[in-house]
């Protein structure tokens, strides 16, 4: 073997030479494109994804004195006023009610705030609509993302109060809050794609959704537990079917059985469940997949809905 | 030759009704009951434009012009046909669309460039060369709201043209800024020409499409008229532009048989007579002849009559008037014509109005004046540029030079 020195040619400077062109795949613009190809096709905007998450973060506290905070006040805020209510006003005997409250309302939150957003987002951004070539379903994905944020910001808060009050958590349950989170995107994202289509040509979605989402709250285990509709005789066997089928419910009872970890507490000759008895961690999974496949449902018919329908956006804006 | 953008039998119809019913209880009360009336604009368009050409898309106000681009964009659904598009592409629609006024020009530079599909590492290693077309280094770190609409628009220009499209479409923006700053944009046309980009631009300005476009269509009312070269395209634009025109290049009306006169003397009519009459319009270098019919009613001693040229944005072009061509000046009674003769024509492309009067010889008295009352049209068939045609001729002498056989 001689040793011949082969230096590869030297690159071409890019100030002086470009390929005539450089992507050589044709697009068909005049079909949309289906769910699937939609994922992807979010998936190689994510750049643009966290810049519109960044910018919806900023624009909303840009001016604001207290900016960021407000994120972590509002929450604080409802907390205070509930843990008023229900400690004093009607006590409902939870201990450390605030633990209870915070680790439903986090996910709450996420789930509300996201899927508020995201049903005006294509309504709020239609000067871009009209006017800029880009993956619309972008912008319902990014306001689920920014409530992913505040949920972050939000969870510091939880942690603090968790070491402040020295109060154990469940540290073999606590891995599900990661398939619970993602599941709960999911759902928040295909829900939110969804509605910010219908919103376009029926704005009433916006309102009709702020009341949904109001009798959503108190159909779900937030500031009461789960085992007191489940185990109220009073209350008819097919309410209680229709009350399991929430989903946002079998992400709720994750989160609560991780961080408030109790699952039951007595007062004086009674003894109350919070927590589905006897669940081990898996059996909390089996749920979350279920909700996951469902989500992921809702997910791929919003967006082949949206599909459908985008293509009237910048005419109906 | 591979086309960057093919449009197959494309129609777009809208939908135009008299009010949106975006609300519940809106659609309930007129549901089944929306009235509409369907607007095609545009009606199977077939056009192909091949890649590192550049392609005008001409046409006036509600020709469909804007709305192809926007389908070719991919922004409105077209109701029937395909189109194809080969390559990254971007749109410049409305300069600065994808801006947020609330934050900085840095910031809205990575997000508007991220809107049009490039990532971060592509942004951080054109920044410099963004901010500095644009020329806002000092501002850069200032929130959009606090700049001018000029500074508005350079930063999304400088954006977009900078992100390194294969098919950039452009919608009557380039004719943005200062002088020098439409000079460098241009110049980066220019550039990305000789780099081998496709550019579709659709705007009413024959000007601009003469400078730059390698190929031109025409649209009129949905429907695709002309495609070819520039100069042609232009021209059937002009002609197309003309038969929607309502107003009557040839005359004024003959309002003095039904007014009151008041005036001692006045124009009663004017013709514009064409060298080349089965056109309606001149070629630089041909004749025309304006005659202006006058009535006197009483007998005026002196008067002179004037004649003012203007270009289409109103520019004085050339005025004069018969006193100074030397014709005696009254006294006129009764009717008679005067006539003007331009031997020769020497404008390039255009529309030129034309207003006329009557006059004292020291214009003391302006005894009638018609503003603007008629226009001629010259269009160049050929490809030199400018306002006028000057007279000129060139040659150009050889010299033997000894090569061998290099000369065949």
């Given at each position: 073997m001689s040793a011949v020195e082969t230096d590869p040619p030297d690159p071409p400077d890019a100030d002086e030479w470009r390929p005539p062109v450089r992507d050589d795949d044709e697009y068909v613009v005049s079909v949309p494109p289906g769910p699937f190809a939609r994922l992807a096709r979010l998936w190689r905007y994510r750049e643009l994804l966290v810049g519109l998450v960044r910018t919806e973060l900023k624009v909303k506290y840009k001016n604001s004195v207290l900016g960021f905070m407000w994120s972590l006040l509002n929450p604080a805020l409802y907390l205070v006023v509930f843990w008023v209510v229900f400690t004093y006003f009607l006590p409902n005997g939870i201990p450390q009610f605030a633990i209870f409250l915070m680790s439903g309302l986090l996910v709450w939150n996420l789930f509300s705030l996201g899927l508020g957003n995201a049903t005006g987002s294509i309504v709020a951004n239609s000067g871009i609509i009209k006017k800029v070539s880009f993956p619309r379903e972008i912008l319902p994905v990014a306001s689920v993302g920014a409530g992913l944020v505040h949920f972050f910001l939000q969870g510091i808060v939880l942690l603090g109060a968790l070491v402040l009050f020295q109060h154990p958590v469940a540290w073999n349950y606590m891995w599900l809050i990661i398939p619970a989170l993602l599941t709960l995107l999911v759902l928040a994202a295909g829900f939110g794609i969804f509605l910010t289509a219908v919103n376009v040509y029926l704005r009433d979605t916006q309102h009709f959704l702020e009341l949904l989402l109001l009798a959503w709250f108190w159909m779900t285990p937030i500031v009461y537990t789960y085992r007191t509709v489940v185990d109220n005789p009073k209350i008819p066997h097919f309410f209680k079917i229709l009350y399991k089928m929430n989903p946002i419910l079998w992400i709720v009872l994750p989160f609560q059985r991780a961080i408030y970890n109790r699952t039951y507490f007595d007062t004086p000759g009674l003894r109350h469940w919070v927590t589905p008895a006897p669940a081990s961690p898996w059996w909390y999974l089996a749920r979350i997949a279920v909700v996951f496949v469902v989500g992921f449902a809702i997910l791929i018919g919003g967006l082949s809905f949206f599909g459908r329908v985008e293509g009237n956006f910048a005419e109906e804006l | 030759?591979?086309?960057?953008?093919?449009?197959?039998?494309?129609?777009?119809?809208?939908?135009?009704?008299?009010?949106?019913?975006?609300?519940?209880?809106?659609?309930?009360?007129?549901?089944?009951?929306?009235?509409?009336?369907?607007?095609?604009?545009?009606?199977?368009?077939?056009?192909?434009?091949?890649?590192?050409?550049?392609?005008?898309?001409?046409?006036?106000?509600?020709?469909?012009?804007?709305?192809?681009?926007?389908?070719?964009?991919?922004?409105?659904?077209?109701?029937?046909?395909?189109?194809?598009?080969?390559?990254?592409?971007?749109?410049?629609?409305?300069?600065?669309?994808?801006?947020?006024?609330?934050?900085?020009?840095?910031?809205?530079?990575?997000?508007?460039?991220?809107?049009?599909?490039?990532?971060?590492?592509?942004?951080?290693?054109?920044?410099?060369?963004?901010?500095?077309?644009?020329?806002?280094?000092?501002?850069?770190?200032?929130?959009?709201?606090?700049?001018?609409?000029?500074?508005?628009?350079?930063?999304?220009?400088?954006?977009?043209?900078?992100?390194?499209?294969?098919?950039?479409?452009?919608?009557?923006?380039?004719?943005?800024?200062?002088?020098?700053?439409?000079?460098?944009?241009?110049?980066?046309?220019?550039?990305?020409?000789?780099?081998?980009?496709?550019?579709?631009?659709?705007?009413?300005?024959?000007?601009?499409?003469?400078?730059?476009?390698?190929?031109?269509?025409?649209?009129?009312?949905?429907?695709?008229?002309?495609?070819?070269?520039?100069?042609?395209?232009?021209?059937?634009?002009?002609?197309?532009?003309?038969?929607?025109?309502?107003?009557?290049?040839?005359?004024?009306?003959?309002?003095?048989?039904?007014?009151?006169?008041?005036?001692?003397?006045?124009?009663?009519?004017?013709?514009?007579?064409?060298?080349?009459?089965?056109?309606?319009?001149?070629?630089?270098?041909?004749?025309?002849?304006?005659?202006?019919?006058?009535?006197?009613?009483?007998?005026?001693?002196?008067?002179?009559?004037?004649?003012?040229?203007?270009?289409?944005?109103?520019?004085?072009?050339?005025?004069?008037?018969?006193?100074?061509?030397?014709?005696?000046?009254?006294?006129?009674?009764?009717?008679?014509?005067?006539?003007?003769?331009f031997d020769d024509i020497p404008l390039l492309d255009g529309n030129y109005p034309i207003s006329l009067g009557i006059s004292s010889t020291d214009w003391g008295v302006v005894y009638d004046w018609r503003e603007q009352c008629c226009q001629f049209e010259v269009v160049n068939p050929t490809s030199t540029q400018g306002l006028v045609a000057l007279p000129l001729r060139v040659e150009i002498q050889t010299h033997a030079v000894d090569k061998g056989t290099a000369v065949g």
């Amino acid at each position: 073997m001689s040793a011949v020195e082969t230096d590869p040619p030297d690159p071409p400077d890019a100030d002086e030479w470009r390929p005539p062109v450089r992507d050589d795949d044709e697009y068909v613009v005049s079909v949309p494109p289906g769910p699937f190809a939609r994922l992807a096709r979010l998936w190689r905007y994510r750049e643009l994804l966290v810049g519109l998450v960044r910018t919806e973060l900023k624009v909303k506290y840009k001016n604001s004195v207290l900016g960021f905070m407000w994120s972590l006040l509002n929450p604080a805020l409802y907390l205070v006023v509930f843990w008023v209510v229900f400690t004093y006003f009607l006590p409902n005997g939870i201990p450390q009610f605030a633990i209870f409250l915070m680790s439903g309302l986090l996910v709450w939150n996420l789930f509300s705030l996201g899927l508020g957003n995201a049903t005006g987002s294509i309504v709020a951004n239609s000067g871009i609509i009209k006017k800029v070539s880009f993956p619309r379903e972008i912008l319902p994905v990014a306001s689920v993302g920014a409530g992913l944020v505040h949920f972050f910001l939000q969870g510091i808060v939880l942690l603090g109060a968790l070491v402040l009050f020295q109060h154990p958590v469940a540290w073999n349950y606590m891995w599900l809050i990661i398939p619970a989170l993602l599941t709960l995107l999911v759902l928040a994202a295909g829900f939110g794609i969804f509605l910010t289509a219908v919103n376009v040509y029926l704005r009433d979605t916006q309102h009709f959704l702020e009341l949904l989402l109001l009798a959503w709250f108190w159909m779900t285990p937030i500031v009461y537990t789960y085992r007191t509709v489940v185990d109220n005789p009073k209350i008819p066997h097919f309410f209680k079917i229709l009350y399991k089928m929430n989903p946002i419910l079998w992400i709720v009872l994750p989160f609560q059985r991780a961080i408030y970890n109790r699952t039951y507490f007595d007062t004086p000759g009674l003894r109350h469940w919070v927590t589905p008895a006897p669940a081990s961690p898996w059996w909390y999974l089996a749920r979350i997949a279920v909700v996951f496949v469902v989500g992921f449902a809702i997910l791929i018919g919003g967006l082949s809905f949206f599909g459908r329908v985008e293509g009237n956006f910048a005419e109906e804006l | 030759m591979v086309n960057a953008v093919s449009v197959r039998g494309v129609s777009k119809m809208f939908r135009l009704s008299s009010e949106k019913h975006t609300s519940l209880k809106e659609k309930v009360v007129h549901f089944g009951r929306s009235t509409y009336t369907e607007f095609w604009a545009l009606q199977e368009i077939d056009l192909e434009i091949a890649q590192g050409t550049t392609v005008g898309l001409l046409g006036h106000n509600g020709s469909g012009k804007s709305t192809l681009l926007k389908c070719i964009a991919g922004i409105l659904q077209p109701t029937s046909g395909e189109i194809r598009t080969r390559g990254r592409m971007a749109a410049l629609l409305e300069l600065g669309a994808g801006m947020n006024p609330e934050l900085t020009g840095r910031e809205n530079v990575y997000l508007n460039g991220s809107i049009l599909g490039f990532s971060k590492k592509d942004l951080d290693s054109r920044f410099d060369d963004i901010v500095g077309f644009a020329e806002l280094e000092q501002f850069i770190d200032n929130q959009v709201k606090y700049y001018s609409s000029g500074m508005y628009v350079r930063l999304g220009f400088a954006v977009a043209v900078n992100v390194d499209p294969d098919v950039l479409l452009v919608d009557e923006v380039l004719a943005v800024g200062d002088e020098a700053f439409q000079r460098k944009c241009l110049d980066r046309v220019k550039q990305f020409q000789n780099e081998g980009r496709t550019i579709v631009v659709v705007t009413h300005a024959a000007d601009l499409v003469r400078k730059v476009c390698d190929g031109a269509a025409v649209l009129d009312h949905g429907n695709l008229v002309f495609k070819g070269s520039p100069g042609e395209a232009v021209r059937s634009f002009r002609d197309h532009l003309l038969l929607n025109d309502t107003y009557d290049d040839e005359e004024v009306e003959p309002q003095h048989k039904i007014t009151v006169n008041t005036k001692p003397i006045e124009i009663s009519y004017v013709t514009l007579e064409r060298e080349n009459v089965d056109r309606t319009y001149l070629v630089p270098g041909e004749s025309l002849v304006v005659r202006v019919g006058y009535e006197a009613f009483e007998e005026i001693p002196d008067a002179t009559f004037g004649l003012v040229v203007y270009d289409t944005e109103g520019n004085l072009i050339y005025s004069t008037s018969s006193a100074l061509l030397g014709s005696p000046t009254g006294p006129f009674f009764g009717t008679g014509e005067v006539t003007f003769t331009f031997d020769d024509i020497p404008l390039l492309d255009g529309n030129y109005p034309i207003s006329l009067g009557i006059s004292s010889t020291d214009w003391g008295v302006v005894y009638d004046w018609r503003e603007q009352c008629c226009q001629f049209e010259v269009v160049n068939p050929t490809s030199t540029q400018g306002l006028v045609a000057l007279p000129l001729r060139v040659e150009i002498q050889t010299h033997a030079v000894d090569k061998g056989t290099a000369v065949g």
